[in-house]
C-alpha cells in the first residue's frame, strides 16, 4: 500500500483489491459482540474537517475508535482558522502533536494532496474530499457495496468487478464521487456511462475512461448498477437546469424508470438524497436501494483503508484483548 491515499486514480487494481478483501474482514468483526480491535492501540488519527459532513466524519471516527486509534476532531469552525490561521501552520501544530494521520476534508482541490507532498506533517494523509476533486474512500465503499450485491460477500474475495455496467447519473460536473468512481471502476475492470444534462458535463470529460450519455432510459436496461448523485446547489452560481421538476422529468430515478433495469440490478445513492428530485420515495426505499448498506460498508472500508495505511501490528480481523472489551 502507499503512504497516503489522496485519489482513487493513485491505487492500482491489486490496492484496491487488497482493501476490498481487507474490508470485508472489518465486516467480520462488526458481527461480534465486542466491535472493537487493538490494530490501532497508540496510534492517534486526526479528522481535519474544514467543510461540514455527516456520514464521511461519523465514519471515519467510527473505524478509527473501533481499530482503537486515539482520536481528536478537529472542525474549522470554532478553531483557529476562523482566525485566520493558514493550513501549513495548522499542519505544523498537528505535528508538533505527533499525530499519525490525518482525514482531512476541504473545500479547496488539492488541499490533502498539498498537504502529504508539503513536507509540513509527518503522517498519513486521508483524502476525505476535496473541493469538485476527489473522494476515494467513497469511491471504495460504493465498489464495496457493488461487489457484495453483484458478486457476493465470499465469492467476491479476490475479484474486481470486470465486465460490470455502472451508470452514473446526475450532477456530474461538481461531483467528486463520480470523478473518484469514474477512476476506481475503471481500475477494477467495470464498464461507467454518465448521464447528465450537458451543462453538468465537464470539459475534458472525453478524456476520462467512460462513456457519456445524455438519456437515462437508454441505458437503464443495461445496468448492473444505477448511482444517483444529488444536486449539489451549494456549488452552483448559475442556473443549469430550467427547474427541478424538469430536471426530475428527464434525469430523475422513479418507480416506472427502476422497472426497465434488470432484476439484479441495484441503485445507489452516496447520500445525502433529495426525494423528488433526483430519486422518488418508492425508490429510494425499495430493497434495490443501497444507500443504507453504502452506510455501514463505508466503516468497513475506512477500518480497512486505516489499517492498511498505518500498518496495524494485529492481524485483520485478531481478536480484542480483554483490556480493550473492558473500554
Not at 37 to 59: C, H, K, M, Q, Y
Not at 115 to 130: C, E, F, H
Not at 149 to 172: E, Y
Amino acid at each position: 500500500m502507499m503512504r497516503h491515499l489522496i485519489s482513487a486514480a493513485d491505487l492500482s487494481r491489486d490496492d484496491a483489491v487488497l482493501i476490498l478483501d481487507t474490508a470485508e474482514e472489518m465486516a467480520r468483526v462488526a458481527d461480534r459482540p465486542i466491535k472493537k480491535l487493538p490494530a490501532l492501540r497508540g496510534r492517534t488519527v486526526v479528522n481535519l474537517f474544514f467543510e461540514d459532513s455527516t456520514r464521511t466524519r461519523i465514519s471515519f471516527e467510527a473505524a478509527e475508535k473501533r481499530l482503537s486509534a486515539d482520536v481528536i476532531n478537529f472542525a474549522a469552525k470554532g478553531s483557529s482558522v476562523s482566525k485566520g490561521e493558514s493550513l501549513k501552520d495548522t499542519a505544523q501544530t498537528l505535528e508538533a502533536m505527533g499525530v499519525d494521520a490525518v482525514v482531512i476534508r476541504h473545500g479547496a482541490s488539492g488541499a490533502p494532496y498539498n498537504l502529504a507532498t508539503s513536507g509540513w506533517i509527518d503522517a498519513a494523509v486521508i483524502n476525505a474530499g476535496d473541493g469538485t476533486h476527489q473522494h476515494p474512500t467513497q469511491a471504495l465503499l460504493d465498489a464495496f457495496t457493488m461487489r457484495r450485491r453483484l458478486i457476493g460477500p465470499d465469492a467476491g474475495l479476490g475479484q474486481d468487478l470486470g465486465g460490470k455496467r455502472i451508470t452514473i447519473v446526475g450532477d456530474v460536473l461538481h461531483s467528486r464521487v463520480a470523478r473518484s468512481n469514474v477512476d476506481l471502476l475503471h481500475t477494477l475492470g467495470a464498464e461507467v456511462t454518465l448521464v447528465a444534462p450537458p451543462t453538468l458535463v465537464p470539459v475534458g470529460v472525453e478524456n476520462w475512461p467512460c462513456e457519456v450519455s445524455y438519456s437515462l432510459d437508454q441505458v437503464l436496461a443495461k445496468s448492473d448498477a444505477v448511482m444517483m448523485l444529488r444536486v449539489q446547489r451549494e456549488r452552483m452560481n448559475a442556473a443549469f437546469f430550467p427547474t427541478e421538476r424538469e430536471y426530475a422529468r428527464r434525469y430523475g430515478l422513479d418507480g416506472e424508470r427502476m422497472a426497465k433495469m434488470p432484476e439484479h440490478a441495484i441503485v445507489m445513492h452516496p447520500g445525502p438524497m433529495v426525494r423528488g428530485m433526483e430519486i422518488t420515495a418508492e425508490v429510494a426505499d425499495s430493497e434495490r436501494c443501497t444507500a443504507i448498506e453504502q452506510v455501514a460498508g463505508g466503516v468497513h472500508t475506512r477500518m480497512a483503508v486505516l489499517y492498511l495505511l498505518l500498518g496495524g501490528n494485529e492481524p485483520a480481523g485478531a481478536p480484542a484483548t480483554r483490556t480493550e472489551e473492558s473500554k
